[in-house]
């Protein structure tokens, strides 16, 4: 089966992001500090910005979409993708409350 959609029904990462004055470091700055009040450990139970870890959850940009994957021993698990940042943290977050 075959499934065609018009570009309207595709979602633009940087579209949303000029739509809502977004500010990348406050987004990953305000993501930091609510997950650290809640005992997560930066750099160790989660990674921002960057998929260039050996091991831990992450959340990081690529291309068009955000990405949160866990990697272990450099390889790349389970990654979602997601067009808008806020779905993407809170999948973060879900993710990492369930580990505990």
Do not use: Q
Request: hydrophobic share 40%.
């Amino acid at each position: 089966m075959r499934y065609e959609f018009s570009d309207s029904y595709l979602l633009n990462k940087k579209d949303i992001e000029i739509g809502t004055d977004f500010d990348k470091s406050e987004f990953f700055e305000n993501i930091k500090s609510e997950l650290l009040k809640e005992g997560f450990f930066i750099d160790r139970d989660f990674h921002l910005g960057s998929n260039n870890v050996i091991e831990g959850l992450c959340l990081y940009e690529d291309g068009e979409f955000w990405v949160v994957s866990y990697f272990e021993r450099g390889t790349n698990f389970s990654p979602a993708f997601f067009v808008d940042s806020g779905d993407a943290a809170l999948f973060l977050g879900a993710k990492l409350k369930r580990w505990r």
